[in-house]
């Protein structure tokens, strides 16, 4: 019985330390990928160490009264009672004065982090555009990119943001802090990553039933190939470039102009710009690799895949349709670029 009662506290305490070791292998904070990330892991070890050494001595000094203060003979236990029952001033003072310490260096240093090395704003400004569920991007060299960020490694990306119809928030975890993107407000947040490859964000406000399938990516790509897909981009003008790509061109300007961008072809803007879309890794913001069978499907019944979408279905296009529309969309890339090579963060 006595086993049990201190054992169970005993494993009660320790449980979230294992929770916490079973997650950490798949989200850390102990292998940043972006400067943010570092100044995270920094304040979180000085957090770490600083409660590491509040715990030693507060259990080294329980260790020791229970140890020197067990069960003794009578006159032992009369002996220290009296004492122990008397007021300490100088040990009141101690342990007022020194958490209060304690409290004001974490603040100092935090708010350190965020004047050096956090809030001030970078060069590079990227703008963001959400939306019930997809997101738009505008880049400052005066293209666009729907659901996929293209950014330069090693550079700091400032992304400015709002939201076309209700709260959303703009998280890539990996790369930079969370920022809500409001109807009729600007919002600001900045990323930046170390090494190229594909990260993954996500809306972080509860937005409607599309919500969970509101995802996107960003691409990081090294500086010079970041300026080479800056160049493609801008100069991009879609061609078909097959007799059945042409005739996707068609069926594009009949059944989805209305909604979507496609530089030179149509002007949409309820759904996502697909001038790019030959250069998307995933499809349908972000939940869908971006494959043949999974883009003919999406184009059928987007709504099957994804609750809320403003996508009809289209039961009407025969599978020769699709086949045209799907060469058509994955046409839409400049020449000598494809992300799908990059290593998944
Ligand atoms: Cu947008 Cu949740």
């Known amino acids: 019985m006595l086993k049990a009662r201190v054992f169970c506290p005993a494993a009660g305490a320790f449980l979230p330390f294992f929770f916490g070791l079973a997650f950490a292998r798949s989200v850390t904070i102990l292998d940043p990928l972006s400067p943010f990330g570092l100044e995270v892991r920094r304040l979180f070890l000085i957090v770490l160490i600083l409660a590491a050494l509040i715990v030693v001595v507060v259990y080294g000094v329980l260790g020791w009264s229970v140890y020197r203060y067990r069960t003794q003979q009578e006159d032992f236990r009369l002996e220290h009672e009296a004492s122990s029952l008397k007021g300490n001033e100088r040990l009141e003072v101690i342990w007022t004065a020194l958490p209060l310490l304690m409290v004001l260096f974490l603040f100092g240093v935090t708010v350190e982090s965020l004047v050096n090395r956090v809030l001030p704003a970078g060069g590079y400004r990227v703008e963001v555009e959400a939306r019930q569920y997809f997101w738009n991007f505008a880049y400052p060299e005066g293209f666009r990119?729907?659901?996929?960020?293209?950014?330069?490694?090693?550079?700091?990306?400032?992304?400015?943001?709002?939201a076309a119809d209700v709260l959303h928030a703009f998280w890539a975890p990996n790369l930079g802090p969370d920022v809500d993107l409001i109807p009729g407000q600007s919002t600001r947040t900045f990323l930046e990553a170390h090494r190229p490859g594909r990260y993954l964000g996500e809306c972080n406000q509860l937005c409607g039933p599309g919500h969970a399938r509101?995802?996107?990516?960003?691409?990081?790509?090294?500086?010079?190939?970041?300026?080479?897909?800056?160049?493609?981009?801008?100069?991009?003008k879609p061609a078909a470039a097959t007799p059945l790509a042409q005739r996707g061109e068609i069926l594009f300007r009949q059944s989805c102009a209305a909604c979507h961008r496609v530089e030179g072809v149509?002007?949409?803007?309820?759904?996502p710009d697909l001038t790019l879309f030959g250069l998307r890794t995933t499809l349908g913001a972000g939940f869908l690799p971006n494959t043949r069978a999974n883009l003919e499907?999406?184009?059928?019944?987007?709504?099957?895949?994804?609750?809320?979408?403003?996508?009809?279905?289209?039961?009407?296009?025969?599978?020769?349709?699709?086949?045209?529309?799907?060469?058509?969309?994955?046409?839409?890339?400049?020449?000598?670029?494809d992300f799908s090579t990059?290593?998944?963060?």
């Open 145 to 162: 990119t729907s659901n996929e960020l293209v950014i330069p490694v090693g550079r700091r990306v400032d992304v400015v943001g709002t």
């Open 214 to 236: 509101m995802l996107f990516r960003v691409v990081a790509l090294p500086e010079a190939e970041y300026a080479r897909f800056v160049r493609a981009a801008q100069a991009f």
């Open 266 to 271: 149509s002007q949409g803007t309820v759904g």
């Open 297 to 337: 499907a999406w184009i059928q019944n987007a709504p099957a895949l994804k609750p809320g979408v403003r996508m009809p279905p289209f039961p009407n296009l025969t599978p020769q349709d699709l086949e045209a529309l799907a060469a058509f969309l994955e046409g839409l890339k400049p020449r000598g670029l």
């Open 342 to 345: 990059l290593p998944e963060r």
